[in-house]
T-cell receptor, first 115, second 111 residues
Framework: AQKITQTQPGMFVQEKEAVTLDCTYD???????LFWYKQPSSGEMIFLIY????DQQNATEGRYSLNFQKARKSANLVISASQLGDSAMYFC????????????WGAGTKLIIKP | EAQVTQNPRYLITVTGKKLTVTCSQN?????MSWYRQDPGLGLRQIYY???????DKGDVPEGYKVSRKEKRNFPLILESPSPNQTSLYFC??????????FGSGTQLSVL
C-alpha cells in the first residue's frame, strides 16, 4: 500500500490565487514528520515546510502553510497568493518515528501557474 | 555555506563504461543517501548510509555501488552502466530528525 499519496499529478492555477496540493499518508507510528519539497524546472530540490505529528499548530513558512488533519491523515500544502515562480513539481514526504533519517516520498504534483 | 556538492552536473556515457558520481557534504551529517528520479516514478532510493563504513540498500540498488570511507563523502559507482540507468540522480544528507539537504543533481545519459 502507498504510504504517501499525492492524488493530483498536475494542476493549473491562475496567478495570485491560493493553491492547495493534496497529500495523504499512511502510518501506524504515532511519531512521524511530514515534509514538502519543491523542484523547479532547474532540477534542484528545495525544502519548503515541515510538520511533526505532535505539533499543536499547523506549520507556516511565509506564503506556505501546511493544513495538517491528523484524523484524516492528510498534510496538504497551501500556497497563498501564487506567483509564476511557484510553477514546479511539489513532493510530499514522511519520516516515521522508527527511523531518524529515512523519508518515504510521494509521486509529486506538477503545478503550473498561469499569468 | 552549508551544502551538498554533487558532480558532475551532466554526464553522457556509453554502456559498460564505469563511472563515479561524487557527493560531498560539509555539515558533518551522519546520514547520506542516493536517489534516482524518473518521470512518473518520483524519487526512489538507491543506497543510504547511516555513518562511516555503514551502507544499506534502498529500493533500487541493482547495478550500483557506494562507499562511505569518510563522513563527508558518499560516491555512487556504476561499474557497468546500462541505458536503463539513464536518470536524474540526487545525493542528500541530514542529521538526526532534520530535513534532507540535496545536491543539485546529476543528469546521466547512458547510450
Amino acid at each position: 500500500a502507498q504510504k504517501i499519496t499525492q492524488t493530483q499529478p498536475g494542476m493549473f492555477v491562475q496567478e495570485k490565487e491560493a493553491v492547495t496540493l493534496d497529500c495523504t499518508y499512511d502510518t501506524s507510528d504515532p511519531s512521524y514528520g511530514l515534509f514538502w519539497y519543491k523542484q523547479p524546472s532547474s532540477g534542484e530540490m528545495i525544502f519548503l515546510i515541515y510538520q511533526g505529528s505532535y505539533d499543536q499548530q499547523n506549520a507556516t513558512e511565509g506564503r506556505y502553510s501546511l493544513n495538517f488533519q491528523k484524523a484524516r491523515k492528510s498534510a496538504n500544502l497551501v500556497i497563498s497568493a501564487s506567483q509564476l515562480g511557484d510553477s514546479a513539481m511539489y513532493f510530499c514526504a514522511m519520516r516515521e518515528g522508527g527511523s531518524n533519517y529515512q523519508l518515504i516520498w510521494g509521486a509529486g504534483t506538477k503545478l503550473i501557474i498561469k499569468p | 555555506e552549508a551544502q551538498v556538492t554533487q558532480n558532475p552536473r551532466y554526464l553522457i556515457t556509453v554502456t559498460g563504461k564505469k563511472l563515479t558520481v561524487t557527493c560531498s557534504q560539509n555539515m558533518n551529517h551522519e546520514y547520506m543517501s542516493w536517489y534516482r528520479q524518473d518521470p512518473g516514478l518520483g524519487l526512489r532510493q538507491i543506497y543510504y548510509s547511516m555513518n562511516v563504513e555503514v551502507t544499506d540498500k534502498g529500493d533500487v540498488p541493482e547495478g550500483y555501488k557506494v562507499s562511505r570511507k569518510e563522513k563527508r563523502n558518499f560516491p555512487l559507482i556504476l561499474e557497468s552502466p546500462s541505458p536503463n540507468q539513464t536518470s536524474l540522480y540526487f545525493c542528500a544528507s541530514s542529521s538526526q530528525n532534520e530535513k534532507l539537504f540535496f545536491g543539485s543533481g546529476t543528469q546521466l545519459s547512458v547510450l
